[in-house]
C-alpha cells in the first residue's frame, strides 16, 4: 500500500514534467533512525537455505549429547570458531538430527526422495521430479513481496541450470554461479546508494513501468485463447511481471534506510568449478555480497548450493568425485569410514561455517545479522554409501528475530524432516497449520528451538 | 484427426514432384496402408536461449550482441525441444529477459543501426512521431511475434514510444521502450501455436497457416519465419498442400537448414554443455584439455553431421564414416598433422588411425566421462538411450561400488571392474545393456585421446551389441550402423523434437510409416524431415493440452 502510494505520487510529478526529486520528497515514507524501516516496522527476518551434497557419517556428524551446549562430535567440529563477539559459532546453530524422510512404499530414488521430502514434504512418484514447492519457494511467496528481491538463489558448482528453488515442477529459480553477475544484479547501477549523495529516481523506471503494463495486457489476451496447461505458464508469467514491477516501485522509493546498509565492495577475482578450492571460495565470496545484500534488505529470502546434490565436489589430480567416492571406496575396517569421502563433508561443514560466520559479522540492531535470520542447512542424505534417508543432518543457523532459540541438538526420534520445515514457516511467521502428505504431515514443530 | 488415405498420398507426391528426384512417389504408394493419426496436443513453447538469440539476430541485425544468461533452458524426456512445451517464466527469469531486452534495444536503435530496422525518419529526433513509430513497431513486430499485430497490441507500443519519446526528449529512445515491450511479451517469448477446424473435415483440427510458419521454420532453420514464409503464412498458403509443398522445398534446399540440423542434433546429443563450460576434465590429469578444446570438439562434431546429412548421405553411415573436420587444437589431441594453421579443414582419417565414425569424436568421450576417469556406463547409456531410444533403469538405492572404484587393487581395467557388477543381480539387469557398448570405446580415455592400457593392463575392446560381435570401437560403429533401431530412433526423435513433447499412441501407425520411409530413402535425413513436416502429425492436433492433474499431494 505505502509502495503504491509512492509510485503514484512519482508518477503524478513525472507527468506533470519534473523527473528529479530529492529526498526531502520521500520522507514522509522513512522513519528518523536507520535501526527500524518506515512505519517503525521492526527489523526484517530472512531466511535462507544452505545445501550440501551427499550426507556425512551419521556416528560421527551426530552429536551425543542434547539440547543447550551440546558436545560437538568429530564433523562438526568447524562449528567451535570464535565470532568477533567472543561467541562460538556452534552458539548460533542448532542441529536437527534423527528426523527421518518416510516413503510410504514409493522408491526411495537415490538423492531425490531425500531432499524432495524435506523441501516439499512430499515424495516423489517419478524420479527427477519435483512433487510440491520447495520450502524457500513457500517462504518467498508469503514475504518476497516487500523486497527488491523476491528471492536470490545461489549456487557454487558452476552450473547455471540447477538450483533447490522450485515453485513447482518445470519452474525453478536459476541460481547465480558468479560471485561477479550477483554483485552486477544486486549493487550494479540500479543499487540506490544511501552513501552516494541525494537520490534521483531515474526516469525511465517509470517508462518500465509502462511497458510492462503493456506485456501484462499481452499476457491477459494471450491467456483467453489457450488450454490449461498454457494458463498455468502464463499464470506464473504474470507473477513474474509483477515481481519486477514491485522490484521497480522499490527503486523508484529511493535508498533503503537501514543502518547496516552499505553498498558492497566488488568481490574478488573468482574460478568457477567443482574443484574443492574453487566451489569454498565462490562460497565465501557468495556470503560476503548476500550478506550485504539483506542488510540492505534486497531480499529476505535466498538459497545456496553448495555442492550438487550428486556431489560433483573433487579433489586437484583426482580421479573420483565425492559423489564416486561415497559409494565405491571402502570403509576402511580400522576407521570404521570411508576415509576420502569423509574429506569432504569435512570441506562442506566448514563451507557451512564460513558462511553463516559472515553474516555474524555484520552488526544490525543490538546484535548481528545472523540474529535477524534463519538458515537452513541440509543435505539431501545421511550416509551417502546407502542412499540413507533416516537421519537426514539438518541444521538451523539465527535466531529468526527472537522466534528461535539458537544452539540447540535436538533428536526427532524418527519423527518426519517435515516437523523441522514446519516450525522454520511458523519462525518466519507463516500461520502454517501442516506440512508435508501422508507420514510426511507434520503438524508439530520442534518446540525445543522455539523461543 | 485421421488422415485419409487420400490426402496422405497427395501431400507425399505433391512433394516428390516438386523435387526432383524424390523416390517413392512412382505410384507404389497407391498400395501403402491408410496411416491413421491422431495427432497429441499443442502448447506455448517458450523460445529456446539460441531461438531467441535467432530470433533477434535475423530480425534486428546480427551485430548485436545478445546476452546468454536468461532463464536456462528446460530439458525434458532428452530433449530442450519438449522442455520448451512446459517451461514459464520465473521472476528471476523475467529480470534477465527484461534485461537482455533493454541491451537489444539499445543496440538495435543505437545511430550506426537504427536505419537498417526503422524504415522511416521521424519528422523530430527529440520528440514523438506516431506514424513513423507505429510503422517500426509494425514490420519488427511482425517478425518476432511471428504474425501481423493486432491494432490493440500496436496501439499500446506506438503509446509507449510516445511517452518515452517525450519524456526522454528522444525518438529512438522511445522505438527503444516500445521494442522492449515486444521482446518482453509473451507473444515473442513464447511460440504460440493455433489450431482451427479443417473445413474440407471439420472434425480434424489443423494448425493454422500462421501456426505452421513457426513450426516449419523453427523446426528447419531454429529461427523466426523470414519475409517470404510470413507472406505464405499470412496469405494462408500453408493450410495449402501446393502452397506447403512449395515453402517446404524452399526451406530444405536453402543453406540455412544446416542451422536445423546442428540444432537438432546439438539438442539430442546434449552438446550444449560444452557451451557453457560444463565438460570439465582435471588438469593435473589433462594439460591438453582446455574450454577451447572442448567447443571445438563439439564443432568436429557438429560439422560432420551437418556436411554428411546435407549431402544427403545415408545417416547410418555416420557411425562409420572417417571424414570429419579438424583444426590444429584438434589435431594435437587426435595425434594428427593438420595444415590448416588456423581454422578449420576437412580430414579424412587414415584406415589404422581408429578413428572411424562419430562415437570415436573427443566430443562424446569426453561428455559421457568423469572429470578424471573414462566411463564406460554413461557412454553405453548414451548409445542404447540417445542412438537406439533404448530404456535403461535407474540405479538401485542400496548399491556397494567398492570393487569398481578399487583401480589399484586387484581388478586393474575398467571390464574387470564392471564385470563385477553384472555378477551382481541388482545391478545385472542395466549393466549388461550399457557396459559392453561403452567397454568398446575403452580405447578412449576421459577426454577421447587414444590409450591400449589401463593400469599397466592391455584394454579389451570386444563384445557384442545385440548379437552382432565386434572387436574393437570401429566395429562397435558397424554393429550400431546396422542396427534395426537406429533408423526408427532418430524418426522417433526427430518427430519428439518436432511436435515438442513425446509420441502418443495415435502416432505410432505414423511413426512406423515414416520408418519405412526413411529405409526406403536410404536414411536420408533430409527426406525424413520432408516427410515429417507434411505429415498430419506435424500439421493437426488434437487441440490445446490440458493441465496436468497436480498429482495425488494436494
Redesign the interface.
Known amino acids: 500500500m505505502k509502495r503504491f502510494d509512492r509510485r503514484t505520487l512519482l508518477r503524478g510529478t ?1 507527468a506533470g514534467g519534473a ?1 528529479s526529486m530529492g529526498l526531502p520528497f520521500l520522507d514522509c515514507f522513512v522513519n528518523d533512525n536507520g535501526t527500524a524501516l518506515a512505519q517503525g516496522a521492526p527489523l526484517p527476518v530472512r531466511f535462507g537455505a544452505w545445501m550440501w551434497g551427499c550426507g556425512m557419517n551419521p556416528d560421527r556428524w551426530n552429536p551425543t549429547t542434547e539440547g543447550l551446549g551440546y558436545e560437538l562430535p568429530i564433523e562438526l567440529q568447524a562449528l567451535d570458531r570464535e565470532l568477533p563477539t567472543g561467541a562460538k559459532l556452534r552458539e548460533h546453530v542448532s542441529i536437527l538430527s534423527d528426523f527421518d524422510v518416510k516413503l510410504d512404499g514409493r ?4 538423492h531425490t526422495a531425500g531432499l524432495m521430502g524435506t523441501l516439499t514434504g ?1 515424495l516423489p ?1 517419478q ?1 527427477y521430479t519435483v ?2 514447492p520447495t520450502l524457500d519457494t513457500i517462504i518467498a511467496a508469503q514475504i518476497g513481496g516487500q523486497t527488491r ?5 545461489m549456487s557454487c558448482t ?4 540447477q538450483s533447490y528453488s522450485f ?1 513447482r515442477q ?5 541460481p547465480e554461479i558468479s560471485p561477479m ?1 550477483l554483485y552486477t ?1 544486486v549493487f550494479g547501477p540500479e543499487f540506490a546508494d544511501p552513501n552516494a549523495g541525494p537520490f534521483t529516481p531515474d ?2 523506471l ?3 513501468q ?3 503494463s ?2 501484462k ?3 491477459d ?2 491467456h483467453q ?10 499464470d ?2 504474470f ?3 509483477r ?2 514491477e514491485q ?1 521497480i516501485d522499490i527503486l523508484l522509493a529511493g535508498p533503503p534506510d537501514l543502518e547496516s546498509c552499505s553498498k558492497a565492495p566488488t568481490p574478488g577475482a573468482e574460478s ?3 574443484e574443492v578450492g574453487q566451489s569454498m571460495s565462490t562460497n565465501r565470496l557468495m556470503a560476503d555480497l548476500i550478506s550485504f545484500a539483506l542488510a540492505c534488505d534486497q531480499t529476505r529470502v535466498f538459497s545456496m548450493m553448495f555442492s550438487d546434490r550428486i556431489s ?1 565436489l ?1 579433489q ?6 565425492h559423489h ?2 561415497t ?4 570403509i576402511d575396517s580400522a576407521l570404521g569410514y570411508q576415509p576420502e569421502a569423509t574429506e569432504f563433508v569435512f570441506v562442506s561443514m566448514e563451507a557451512w561455517a564460513d558462511f553463516v560466520e559472515r553474516l555474524a559479522a555484520i552488526p544490525e540492531g543490538d546484535g548481528t545479522l545472523l540474529d535477524n535470520c534463519l538458515v537452513f542447512g541440509h543435505s539431501d542424505i545421511s550416509f551417502a ?3 540413507g534417508i533416516t537421519g537426514i543432518p539438518m541444521m538451523i543457523a539465527g535466531s529468526a528475530g527472537g522466534a528461535l532459540k539458537p544452539g540447540v541438538h535436538v533428536k526427532g526420534n524418527t519423527s518426519p524432516t517435515t516437523r523441522v520445515g514446519l516450525t522454520i514457516q511458523r519462525a518466519m511467521g507463516l500461520n502454517t497449520e501442516s506440512f508435508g ?1 501422508r507420514s510426511m504431515e507434520a503438524t508439530q514443530p520442534v518446540s525445543e528451538i522455539v523461543a | 484427426m485421421r488422415n485419409t488415405d487420400f490426402t496422405l498420398m497427395r501431400v507425399f507426391c505433391i512433394g516428390g514432384f516438386v523435387l526432383a528426384g524424390l523416390t517413392g512417389c512412382d505410384g507404389s504408394d497407391a498400395s501403402s496402408p491408410a496411416v491413421e493419426v491422431d495427432a497429441g496436443p499443442v502448447a506455448l513453447r517458450r523460445l529456446t536461449a539460441e531461438q531467441f538469440t535467432r530470433s533477434i539476430h535475423d530480425t534486428l541485425g546480427e551485430h548485436i550482441t545478445v546476452p546468454s544468461r536468461i532463464d536456462p533452458d528446460d530439458r525434458r524426456d532428452g530433449l530442450f525441444a519438449v522442455g520448451s512445451s512446459f517451461a514459464s517464466v520465473t521472476p528471476s527469469g523475467f529480470e534477465k529477459y527484461e534485461a537482455a531486452a533493454s541491451a537489444v534495444a539499445e543496440q538495435a536503435l543505437d545511430a550506426a543501426h537504427r536505419d537498417d530496422v526503422v524504415p522511416c525518419q521521424p519528422q523530430s529526433l527529440t520528440s514523438s512521431d506516431e506514424e513513423c513509430a507505429r510503422a517500426f513497431v509494425e514490420q519488427a513486430g511482425r517478425r518476432l511475434f511471428r504474425r501481423s499485430l493486432t491494432t490493440e497490441e500496436a496501439d499500446a507500443r506506438v503509446a509507449i514510444a510516445a511517452e518515452a519519446a517525450n519524456t526522454l526528449n528522444d525518438f529512438y529512445a522511445g522505438l527503444e521502450l516500445a521494442l522492449i515491450s515486444v521482446l518482453t511479451s509473451p507473444e515473442f517469448l513464447f511460440r504460440v501455436e493455433v489450431a482451427e477446424p479443417d473445413p474440407t473435415d471439420p472434425s480434424r483440427m489443423r494448425l493454422t497457416s500462421v501456426s505452421m510458419a513457426s513450426r516449419l521454420s523453427y523446426l528447419l532453420w531454429n529461427t523466426t519465419p523470414d519475409d517470404d514464409l510470413m507472406a505464405a503464412a499470412e496469405n494462408g498458403d500453408l493450410v495449402t498442400e501446393n502452397g506447403l509443398a512449395e515453402q517446404v522445398e524452399r526451406l530444405l534446399s536453402s543453406p540455412k537448414l544446416e542451422t536445423g540440423i546442428r540444432s537438432i542434433f546439438s539438442d539430442l546429443y546434449d552438446f550444449k554443455q560444452f557451451d557453457e563450460g560444463l565438460v570439465r576434465k582435471d588438469n593435473a590429469l589433462f594439460p591438453v584439455y582446455t574450454q577451447t578444446l572442448a567447443e571445438e570438439a563439439k564443432e568436429q562434431t557438429l560439422r560432420t553431421i551437418v556436411a554428411h546429412l546435407t549431402e544427403d548421405k545415408d545417416y547410418r553411415e555416420l557411425f562409420t564414416t572417417p571424414e570429419s573436420f579438424l583444426t590444429r587444437r584438434l589435431g594435437v589431441a587426435y595425434r594428427v598433422p593438420v595444415q590448416t594453421a588456423n581454422g578449420w579443414e576437412p580430414y579424412v582419417f587414415a584406415e589404422d588411425a581408429r578413428r572411424d565414425g562419430l562415437l570415436s569424436h573427443i566430443s562424446f568421450n569426453a561428455l559421457y566421462s568423469h572429470p578424471g576417469r573414462s566411463s564406460a556406463t554413461l557412454r553405453g547409456k548414451f548409445v542404447r538411450e540417445v542412438l537406439l531410444c533404448q530404456d535403461i533403469p535407474t540405479p538401485p538405492a542400496n548399491i556397494d561400488f567398492s570393487i569398481v572404484e578399487d583401480t589399484m587393487g586387484e581388478l586393474r581395467t575398467a571390464r574387470e571392474r564392471l564385470e563385477a557388477h553384472v555378477t551382481n543381480d541388482a545391478c545385472a539387469g542395466c549393466h549388461t545393456l550399457t557396459d559392453p557398448i561403452g567397454l568398446a570405446l575403452e580405447s578412449f580415455d576421459a577426454i577421447g585421446m587414444l590409450r591400449d592400457e589401463e593400469n599397466g593392463v592391455p584394454i579389451d575392446t570386444s563384445g557384442d551389441l545385440d548379437g552382432a560381435a565386434y572387436e574393437d570401437a570401429a566395429g562397435l560403429g558397424r554393429a550400431l550402423r546396422d542396427h534395426p533401431a537406429l533408423g526408427p530412433c532418430l524418426v522417433r526423435s526427430l518427430y519428439r523434437y518436432a511436435a515438442g513433447r513425446e509420441v502418443q499412441s495415435g502416432e505410432q501407425a505414423l511413426l512406423e510409416f515414416l520408418n519405412e520411409r526413411f529405409a526406403e530413402s536410404e536414411y536420408r535425413v533430409r527426406e525424413l524431415m520432408r516427410e515429417v513436416v507434411l505429415s498430419d502429425g506435424f500439421r493437426t492436433t488434437s487441440g490445446p493440452r490440458d493441465a496436468e492433474e497436480a498429482g495425488d499431494e494436494s
Open positions: 513525472l523527473v522408491p526411495n530414488f537415490p512430499s512418484l524420479d512433487p510440491a528481491f523476491r528471492s536470490l538463489e558452476g552450473n547455471p541450470n515453485e518445470g519452474v525453478f529459480n536459476a553477475a544484479r526516469p525511465r517509470m517508462l518500465r509502462s511497458v510492462l503493456a506485456v495486457a499481452d499476457r489476451r494471450l485463447r489457450v488450454g490449461t496447461h498454457d494458463q498455468q505458464r502464463l506464473q508469467y507473477t513474474s511481471v515481481q519486477l522490484q568457477l568449478g567443482t560433483g573433487r586437484p589430480g583426482s580421479s573420483s568425485l564416486q567416492l559409494h565405491d571406496e571402502a554409501k546407502i542412499h502428505t
